[in-house]
DNA sequence: CGTTCCCTTGAGTAGTTTCAATACTTGTGG
DNA sequence: CCACAAGTATTGAAACTACTCAAGGGAACG
């Protein structure tokens, strides 16, 4: 689990910690794309931690596929269902993937016996929230093509937080209908905000990998400002002068 | 905080971890309309329980404010803050509302001691994070008279949940300025939209007070499904059938 | 009894969807 | 190796939804 909360709060987790994390894991798994590794409404005994590849949030209503959310290498992707032990959407894979598994059982054990490695766990779910409220802010806020940028740009932070993402862009199986998914419109639509995108000069994207000419730039036009990712920035916690830190 | 998690899980909270949880509150202060009670990006010490009035979400961004949430009596509404420490957004009353105030320290003694009630508090943070992924379908997928059916609806059964509404409506201090903000639409559209529900009959909305004729009818319009909210549904969890329960 | 805030309505414009049709890619079997 | 099928990407035209700008009406409060 070397990946998780890199970038975020990963400084303010101990060895013992980070060993103990890695101790959690029973099982490795290579999964293709599209597998619904977790679906909504089923008891889950075990949380799903991904390792290499894509996985997007999905809600199914009426014949839509929603994507809710997006997942990257590191992300302790449904750790939420520790707590809810039934999850409200469905947990996909975007391109093949790898993922560990951790059992509940073994969070137990940790919620009862380590408070400070149960509160970074909370704080993970929690930033999955914080990036939730932005998507909400971005489909009240922005016409389609700035919520394309929008998703690239926080792709791209995710993605660099983890060591995943190069100066001019990075590798990602999502296709046009995917982000017409997560983007609230149609893929008639996004092929066309697409077109116009790579005609401003701020995204290229062809057969799995993005291209950003200038960040700057792409980030200015889709409003984006990386605070709510907790990385360095405005929001960030040191961990150490916070006097409740168990 | 006897409204807490009602209808959800309060069942699983015995009398000894409620009492602790009442014990928790150092104060309880009445706010006026429109009161930011935590700021983004603030350090925070304590959290809020809402006890009666509306409370929002807010995110400010380039001169627009965005209502990413909206919390009713009983929520522990910026518990996020405890594991966050800066939150990405605003809490901010919508009416003259009445808050208690816990402080983090008493938490962190909560998250060493109590790994029952632990669980709970996180639960309860996670609850909103499931809302913020159906108000994320909402957007992508619903047009604006939908969207505010559907935030209606919703309301209804959180306010249902903790005993405050009536079989035909409840009492809702949102103007509509505040409803186009949740639902992504300017003032002006929002208030065709309300003209428009109200001739099909599904809507009335008037000083302060909602009325819902039929429900079910609302319901189906707004394509609202209540089961992301944990009450007694298809994702509710018999927490004592849980292995792992702590 | 006027000011202020909130609600309501109209007309023109911009953004998005829908339906329909056409290309490009990729993988598969002959 | 080519032919074909299936999935993905692209483009056009018409209809619809929502936004903007602008102005007027109503209720509440001092």
Redesign the interface.
Known sequence: MRLFLKGRLRHVMSERESALLDSLVERVERVPDGTCILE??V?A?QSTMLIDGFIS?V?N??G?R?I??LQVPGDFVDL?A????????DIVTVGPSLVAYVP??K??EI??QE?HL??LL??S??????I??????K???LRAGERLAHIVAELWHRLNFVGLADPHGFNMPLLQTHLA????TTAVHINRVIKSLRQKELLELNRGRVTIPDRAALEAYA?F?P??L?GEG????D?ET?????
């Open positions: 909504r409404g008891v005994r949030r809600i209503d009426s839509n929603n809710v959310g939420h520790f707590a809810l032990k039934r999850l409200d959407h509940h059982a969070l137990a919620v009862a408070p149960t509160r909370w704080f779910t929690l930033l999955d929230a914080a939730h409220r932005e998507w909400i802010v489909l009240e806020q998914n997560a983007c609230g409003h400002r605070d709510y907790y405005s929001l960030f916690l961990f916070d006097s409740t830190n168990p």
